[in-house]
Each structure stands twice: as C-alpha cells, then as structure tokens.
C-alpha cells in the first residue's frame, strides 16, 4: 500500500539536497569545530559557511546566530536565556507575557519560569487562535521582561500579529521572542525590518535533519546561556557543534527561502483538494475546519479538521489502517492524549476538540493525494457514524 504522509508539521522528509550536504559535511573525516588542527579549521570553515547563508537568508547578521539542537531548545533558551539576564538587570522586570495556544516549548518553559518567581500571563485567543494586539498592550508594562508569541501555530495555522507586538514589546523594554518554527519556509522573513530581539527556528520542519535548530539573538539583547560548558557559538550555547546536521539545514534553509513562493502555492493546492474533496463526499454539515479562513491569516501548509461524532483517535486509527499519516493536534500533544490546548484555548466544544485531526502537507505531496484522502475518510465516516 503507498502511504500518504500528511504529517508534515510533525516532521518533513530530508530534501535529497540536504541529504547531500549532510553527507557530504560528515564524509570529510573528524573536525571539531574549535579544534586549531586542519581538520577542525576545515570543520569551523563548514560552520561558518552555514551560519553565513542561514543568516543571508533571514537577514541579520551571523554572529546574531546561534545553532541548537532543535526547536525545542532554541525556545526554551530564549526564555531562560532573556528572562533570568532581564531580572539581572532590573530585579523589577519580573513579567513574562505569552498566548495561550504556543508549542509547549514555549508554554512549559514559562510554567518553569513562573516557578521561579516570574509572573506570567497568559493571553487569550479568539476563536481562530489569534491574540489582540490590544491585549498584548494592556499586559506588557514597565515591569515585563520577556514577550513570547508564535508567529505561526502548529495546530491550527493561525498567524500571530508578531510584528505590532513586537514593537510594544520593545518600546517598554521587554525582550521579545517569536517562536517561528512553523512559519519558516512559508513566511518571509527579514530580521533587518521585524522588531523581534529572539528568533527560533527548527531544521526538521523545512526538510532538513532532525535534532538541529537555531536561535537569532539580536545584537545587544540581554542573555544568560542555559548550556554551560565549552565557550562555543560565543559562549551563547556550550557543545560541540553539529556540522554535519547544521550544513544540512543551511541547504534546506536555502531552498525553502528560494522556493517559498512555490511551497506556498502547492501546499495551499494540496489543502484546497483536501478540503473540496470533503465538501464533495461529506457535505458542509460532516466537517468543520478549525482556525484561520482567510488565507492572510493562516500559513497554507496545515488544515485542522473536526468530524463530529468520530474521535479523533479513532480517525486516526483508521487512517492509518488505510495509509494515511495524520495527527490530532501536535504530536506530543496527540502522544499524551490529553484535549489540545490549542483547541481548548479558541473556545471550541468538546465534541469538536475531541474530533478534530491535523493534515498538514509538503514536500512530496500532490493533490491526487488529498483527493484519496477525502474519498477513505468519506468511507471512514460513513462505516463510523453508521455504527
Ligand atoms: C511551533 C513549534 N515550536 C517548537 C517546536 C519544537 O521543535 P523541535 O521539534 O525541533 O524541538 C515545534 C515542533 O513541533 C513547533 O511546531
């Protein structure tokens, strides 16, 4: 059976060019980046080479970057990072302002935080997923040290007013931190112009290898590192760098840059298909999708749907029977089985929480995909709801 994976912002296949490059960077031999040997001047030479593209394509500068062992990291080291240097500073910056449906990279490191002796808030959403501005107004004040918001949301796809938040942020002299995990590779982004002073992105969500990421610092943001160690990535993350994995990203960071328009368009065919292929076999009352209609609002490359009546474990089970990958919300979330977070926070009954299931799309897919796709869950439904 050929399998249809629609699992796409749980993880990407390795694009064959970042497979390349990492075989490539891993055949020259041992290197350790902050050897002084040829053979570590050769590997820090491959570091630098990847830094400097990664950081011509977000714009900044590369010293502003720091690689990591993936997203997750790349969050949770921005919020330590800023928060605990903020408090250093003026033990009265003790606010950390974040939405209440961000990737639980975020989410948890502020609960820690908050253990700590932070004060936290937790913005409200709307019923698509998106935070007002004016609430991130009335909550960051002379006294917040840290503003986390997502640009783009796992679940749902739902985009975050990043930019407008961000000035505020920074015209109080908070620090502000955009997980953008998802949105890299579908969303351009230019550090020069984006008022953000702590950026984190995730290789394995744009084709490229797993376990690698990086986090922008820009230029004079208070940071304390949380990895103690060796004195690389300019004593911002201590440990033996990942060159291989991070020559990798920086290919795959390239083609996602060069490509955006492209991804763009085929995975917004791939959702269409999807979605007409539903209206066709299950009418308007056998679905709803969740978050963000409107295409401005939304990165095109997840759809979340709810069936109403069949639990989303399930679907899924089903799915899978018959060759789908697909995922009830984000994949650590769908692994404890606990209700999305996400879907809770929009306000959305039980019925549709408990219902709903995350396709998301890329590399390799196409629309003849999506058509079979609607067709087997048609068949699913049916045989479900006639039990
Ligand atoms: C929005 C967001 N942030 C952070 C992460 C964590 O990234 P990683 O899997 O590289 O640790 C993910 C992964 O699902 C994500 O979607």
Redesign the pocket.
């Given at each position: 059976m050929e399998r249809i994976y629609f699992d796409h912002?749980?993880t990407t296949p390795m694009h064959p060019e970042a497979i390349a490059a990492y075989a490539e960077a891993a055949a020259q031999g041992p290197g350790n980046p902050s050897s002084l040997h040829a053979q570590g001047r050769a590997a820090r030479s491959r570091l630098t080479a990847a830094r400097d593209r990664l950081a011509g394509i977000l714009r900044c500068d590369p010293a502003e970057l720091v690689f990591t062992g993936?997203?997750?990291e790349s969050?949770n080291a921005a919020l330590y990072g800023a928060a605990w240097a903020q408090r250093r500073r003026d033990p009265r910056r003790v606010g950390i302002v974040t939405t209440a449906v961000e990737?639980h990279?975020v989410l948890n490191a502020c609960r820690k935080l908050e253990a700590e002796g932070f004060e936290l808030v937790v913005l409200p959403v709307d019923e698509t997923g998106r935070v007002s501005t004016a609430s991130a107004e009335a909550a960051i004040g002379e006294t917040t040290a840290v503003v986390s918001v997502?640009w783009a949301n796992?679940e749902v796809g739902t985009l975050q007013p990043v930019a407008e938040i961000g000035r505020l942020a920074r015209e109080r002299g908070a620090v502000m931190h955009v997980?953008a995990?998802?949105a890299f590779g579908y969303e351009a982004i230019d550090l020069g112009a984006l008022p953000v002073d702590l950026l984190?992105l995730?290789a394995?969500?744009i084709n490229g290898p797993q376990g690698v990421?990086a986090l922008y610092i820009r230029k004079g943001t208070p940071f304390e590192p949380t990895a103690r160690g060796g004195s690389q990535e300019r004593n911002r993350r201590a440990g033996t760098e990942n060159v291989a994995g991070i020559a990798a990203f920086a290919k795959a960071a390239e083609l996602a840059a060069a490509q955006r328009e492209e991804r763009r368009a085929h995975a917004a065919a791939v959702r269409a298909a999807l979605l007409e292929g539903l209206a066709e076999r299950l009418g308007p009352d056998g679905f709803r999708v969740n978050g963000a209609a409107d295409e401005d609002a939304r990165i095109p490359h997840i759809l979340n749907v709810s069936f109403p009546g069949i639990s989303n474990e399930t679907m899924l089970m089903n799915l899978d029977l018959s060759g789908v990958a697909a995922s009830a919300g984000?994949?650590c979330t769908a692994g404890s089985l606990q209700p999305s977070h996400v879907l809770t926070a929009m306000g959305l009954s039980n019925q549709i929480c408990g219902s709903a299931i995350r396709f998301s799309f890329g590399l390799g897919n196409n629309e003849a995909e999506a058509e079979k796709t609607a067709k087997i869950i048609a068949t699913i439904a049916t045989r479900l709801r006639n039990r």
């Open positions: 912002a749980a993936g997203g997750t969050d990737h990279a997502m796992n997980d995990v998802q984190s995730s394995h969500k990421g984000s994949a």
